[in-house]
């Protein structure tokens, strides 16, 4: 017989919500201790939508390995997800900004040399999606499956809608990157509010390190893009100056 499921056992809530230990706990005050609770939690559930965007990006880079019709749609809509999820793990680190500032400057000794810059996941995601600087693996991923479908990138871009499922991954990825940013930029409002110019916990520099690492990614993508909007906007021109001096 099966046994009843839970909310609580299927959740696994016992273990989850133990997973929250302050170090502040044994010295500090009531508020910093409730300050580093919440830190904790930003952190902690930061990983856990990690860990889904990781999966579903996966997911996505099956579908491109594949390049089949409805694993293609399911990539679109997969993509839009993990935009929506970096948009709202960016509302996230907003909300980290409400945390006090003495609080944290308190707190912060017991971190050593703890730092979100030793976030595997996050490593992980940025040798995925990549920066301007360096290309990651998922827009390759999509151009080579594109490429063994007969087509090419450059055709894709410039047929815009008509190119269907091919074009709405390009605008979903897109999205993806624009998401991407905006976390990172959050990222240096945060850093810039609670620490000012003062170094990170990994030993970098703090805001200057982040601000130089917050870059678009997916540069091929837009330059082709450039290429297509220099056209439509030269042809459109010529096309004004054509009828101007006819009406002249
Ligand atoms: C008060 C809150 C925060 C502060 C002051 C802060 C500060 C910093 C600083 C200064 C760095 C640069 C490396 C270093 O020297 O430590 C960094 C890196 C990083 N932090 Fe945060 N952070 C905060 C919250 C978060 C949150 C909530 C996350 C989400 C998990 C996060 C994820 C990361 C990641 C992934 C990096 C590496 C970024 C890269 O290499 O481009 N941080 N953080």
């Known amino acids: 017989m099966d046994t009843e499921v839970s909310y609580h056992g299927y959740l696994r809530l ?11 706990e044994t010295h500090d005050t009531e508020h910093t201790v409730l300050s580093e609770h919440f830190f904790i939690i930003c952190h902690q559930t930061c990983e856990l939508w990690l860990k889904q965007i990781l999966a579903d990006l996966s997911a996505v880079e099956e579908a491109f390995s594949t390049m089949r019709p409805a694993e293609l749609e399911r990539a679109v809509d997969l993509l839009y997800r993990v935009g929506d999820l970096l948009r709202m793990l960016h509302e996230q680190l907003v909300a980290l900004e409400r945390l006090p500032l003495e609080d944290f400057a308190d707190f912060r000794r017991h971190l050593g040399s703890a730092s979100g810059a030793q976030s595997s996941q996050f490593r992980e995601l940025d040798r995925i999606i990549g920066n301007a600087s360096r290309s990651g693996t998922l827009y390759p991923a ?3 499956g594109v490429e063994r479908t007969g087509g090419t990138m450059a055709k894709i871009v410039e047929a815009g809608v008509a190119a269907g499922t091919e074009h709405r991954i390009v605008e979903a990825l897109l999205h993806l990157g624009n998401g991407y940013l905006r976390w990172k930029v959050g990222h240096v409002g945060l850093t ?9 916990t990994g030993g970098s520099s ?8 917050a870059t678009l ?3 091929e993508l837009r330059l082709l893009r450039g290429e297509v909007h220099r056209r439509v906007a030269t042809a459109e021109g010529a096309a004004a100056d054509g009828r101007d001096s006819r009406t002249e």
Do not use: I, M, W
């Open 142 to 144: 999509f151009a080579r």
């Open 14 to 24: 016992g273990e989850l919500l133990s997973l929250q230990h302050p170090l502040s």
């Open 206 to 213: 703090g805001v200057t390190y982040l601000l130089d690492r």
């Open 217 to 219: 990614p997916f540069t």
């Open 192 to 200: 810039s509010r609670v620490l000012g110019e003062t170094p990170g």
